[in-house]
Nanobody
Framework: VQLQASGGGWVQAGKSLRLTCTMSGRNIRDYGVGWFRQAPGKEREFVAAWSRTSNRAVYADSVKGRFTVSRDTATNTAPLQMNSLKPEDTAVYYC???????????????????WGQGTQVTVSS
């Protein structure tokens, strides 16, 4: 399984960005997909995930209502739509995937087997 995160960039606060996690080598339908981020000097944190076992999205409180994660089996991708961006959303964003992850564990980075490279998101005030 290979994952590639793309779509990062620089935007002003209040604007939107759409990140895409592209899976190759396997069908994304069989995997749960998570998005995590890491800001300079901070720990990696959970952002959002699409749970394979419950077939629904899970969000960190900090992004709830602003970010939307989905899974597109036609393109084998997991997009993360980010609206109303804030300067505190600035970080490197990573996507991850796992075939056996249950719904209750989707926020735990250590439970994911596959990771893509990060994509930088910078939000200016």
């Amino acid at each position: 399984v290979q994952l590639q995160a793309s779509g990062g960039g620089w935007v002003q606060a209040g604007k939107s960005l759409r990140l895409t996690c592209t899976m190759s080598g396997r069908n994304i339908r069989d995997y749960g997909v998570g998005w995590f981020r890491q800001a300079p000097g901070k720990e990696r944190e959970f952002v959002a995930a699409w749970s394979r076992t419950s077939n629904r999205a899970v969000y960190a409180d900090s992004v709830k209502g602003r970010f939307t994660v989905s899974r597109d089996t036609a393109t084998n991708t997991a997009p993360l739509q980010m609206n109303s961006l804030k300067p505190e959303d600035t970080a490197v964003y990573y996507c991850a995937a796992d075939r056996t992850l249950i719904h209750g564990r989707v926020t735990y980075a250590d439970d994911y087997d596959y990771w893509g490279q990060g994509t930088q998101v910078t939000v200016s005030s």
